[in-house]
């Protein structure tokens, strides 16, 4: 097979590496890609948004299947195009993108169909909002409707606090059309956690669950990010929390949305809240994660292409999906001055001999200039460290990380350390 995989960050690097795995993969190729991935494919600079050049590609370069990974080409209707053009795509349409498209639509289907999730209030104006917001108490969260490269939502410790992110969205439009809607929502306290499910229709197969870190810094201090890291399993969270997380919530979820009209098929991803009442829905996502991906695919046993082609087909119920009992930690390396402004270009080392210590390393934010390998995003790399339980691949990661420099280079240190407790 050739295959198209669209998007060009951490995730789309564990993508590729994991489809490269597989025997029925002739040729890979990746739109845009990043230095990281050219080593695995060949990265064609099309941009994820131009829809009508990818397919021309697509067509050109007799593309079997399309492997898309962001969320915002999968919102705008990318696998609706592919489709219309006779080429196969993995991923849902865009009317069930829309679960992670809009907040307000996530969080009345999940009303509807009484599956649980956090107290809410949404809004269009911002007088509103913020008389609303003064009957209140903190903490409280603040969210964009709309897509915002994981930065629209704001847990806010003081009213304060709450307010300020009520204007940056609806006054100042910080995250543009994103914010011209908004989600007021009570602040769940528990443990998180992250499960990613390959679904088709009613059929879900749960992926190994995950727990991701979002705040720029340690102790979770700080704004928040695309994810400074994640780890897998979760040994200090028992099975049958999350054997009901799948079965109150993922489960319940891709029925509603067939019910709704709207099918999904692709990778439907849960942000969950582990709260003394059980479970509850802190988000959904249309698509892998990341930095979840970069754990979770490294221990996958079953040929990814064989998962994607049984959700293709509609045989994904009788799929057999084998995991390893290894655990991983990836540890994100960022730039500095993110997630907000940072310097680009600056030379980064080491990462052979991270590779060489058996780190897996995933490009993220990089770039090739003059034989060597420079920042070019936020968040540049994701190390994985991978051992027999958390502690050895954390260990693992972090002894990979120390050897990776760059001017600048940030990234927290307790990743994981819940686990160890």
């Known amino acids: 097979m050739r295959i198209l995989v669209v998007g060009g960050g951490g995730r789309e690097h564990a993508i590729v590496w994991a489809l490269k795995k597989s025997e029925k993969v002739k040729e890979i190729f990746c739109a845009p890609g990043n230095a990281g991935i050219a080593q695995l494919a060949e990265c064609v600079p099309i941009p994820v948004s131009q829809f009508d050049e990818l397919i021309r590609f697509a067509k050109d370069a007799a593309i079997d299947l399309v492997f898309v990974g962001p969320d915002d080409p999968l919102a705008d209707g990318i696998v609706d195009a592919f489709e219309a053009a006779g080429i196969q795509a993995y991923g849902p349409r865009k009317n069930a993108a829309e679960i992670e498209g809009s907040k307000i639509f996530m969080k009345n289907l999940l009303k509807k169909y009484n599956i649980p999730t956090a107290k809410y209030e949404t809004f269009t104006d911002y007088e509103s909002a913020s008389a609303y917001l003064r009957g209140q108490s903190a903490p409280i969260v603040i969210k964009a409707d709309g897509l915002a490269a994981g930065k629209g939502v704001t847990v806010a410790a003081t009213l304060e606090e709450a307010e300020q992110a009520l204007r940056d969205a609806m006054v100042d439009k910080v995250f543009g059309e994103a914010g011209n809607q908004i989600v007021i929502e009570e602040f769940l306290e528990g ?183 420079v920042t070019s995003g936020g968040r540049v790399l994701g190390i994985v460290g991978r051992g027999r339980d958390i502690a050895e691949a954390r260990a693992r990661a972090y002894e990979a990380v120390s050897v990776i420099q760059f001017e600048g280079k940030q990234n927290r240190t307790d990743i994981a350390a819940k686990a160890l407790v």
């Open 191 to 373: 443990q998180e956690m992250s499960i990613l499910a390959f679904v088709d229709g009613e059929t879900v197969r749960a992926m190994v669950p995950a727990q991701d870190h979002k705040p720029i810094f340690d102790g979770d201090k700080g704004p928040n990010t695309g994810g400074m890291g994640t780890y897998t399993p979760l040994p200090h969270i028992d099975q049958a929390i999350i054997d009901e997380s799948i079965a109150n919530i993922i489960i319940p979820a891709a029925k509603a949305m067939v019910s709704e009209g709207r099918p999904f098929r692709g990778v439907l991803f849960a942000g969950l809240m582990i709260t003394k009442d059980g479970p509850k829905t802190i988000e959904f996502n249309a698509r892998m994660g990341d930095p979840e991906t970069q754990v979770v695919l490294p221990r996958l046993q079953t040929d990814l292409v064989d998962i994607v082609l049984a959700s293709m087909n509609g045989h994904l119920d009788q799929l057999d999906i084998q995991w390893s009992e290894e655990a991983a930690v990836c540890v994100v390396v960022a730039s500095e001055g993110y997630p907000a402004s940072y310097p680009k270009g600056r030379v980064i080392t080491g990462l052979a001999e991270a590779e060489a210590q058996g780190a897996l390393v995933f490009h993220a934010g990089t770039a090739e200039k003059d034989g060597q390998f």
